[in-house]
């Protein structure tokens, strides 16, 4: 699968987010990278402070970030139809840490 393919599935995740979930998204940018350097086999990352943890202090701070690891997704599906699947999955899962959703419960609601 090529680069701009994968990106393009990423913005058609993006498109599936609610709008008013999409529109309560403050300070975050989505990108696609090929691996985590330091977890090879991880498919997503947020890094933030999440809406729920802000506090009237929270200003002037650079974006949060989703990053969805284009090569360990490749290498976890076995066909396109999985690849379309799993980034819909990935990136929810990062956009509900924005949230402040934690790990656990994503998975109890069969995000994980």
């Given at each position: 699968?090529?680069?701009?393919?994968?990106?393009?599935?990423?913005g058609n995740a993006l498109d599936l987010v609610p709008e008013q979930l999409a529109a309560a998204m403050d300070n975050v940018v989505v990108l696609?990278?090929?691996?985590?350097?330091?977890?090879p086999d991880l498919l997503g990352l947020y890094e933030g402070v999440a809406l729920t943890e802000r506090t009237?202090?929270?200003?002037?701070e650079l974006p949060d970030r989703i990053t969805i690891y284009r090569?360990?997704?490749?290498?976890?599906c076995d066909d396109e139809e999985q690849v379309v699947?799993?980034?819909?999955?990935?990136?929810?899962?990062?956009?509900?840490?924005h949230f402040g959703i934690e790990e656990e419960r994503l998975h109890e609601l069969g995000w994980g």
């Amino acid at each position: 699968m090529t680069p701009d393919r994968f990106e393009d599935l990423v913005g058609n995740a993006l498109d599936l987010v609610p709008e008013q979930l999409a529109a309560a998204m403050d300070n975050v940018v989505v990108l696609v990278e090929d691996r985590n350097p330091d977890e090879p086999d991880l498919l997503g990352l947020y890094e933030g402070v999440a809406l729920t943890e802000r506090t009237a202090d929270y200003a002037g701070e650079l974006p949060d970030r989703i990053t969805i690891y284009r090569d360990a997704v490749l290498d976890f599906c076995d066909d396109e139809e999985q690849v379309v699947d799993e980034v819909a999955i990935t990136v929810v899962h990062e956009i509900a840490h924005h949230f402040g959703i934690e790990e656990e419960r994503l998975h109890e609601l069969g995000w994980g």
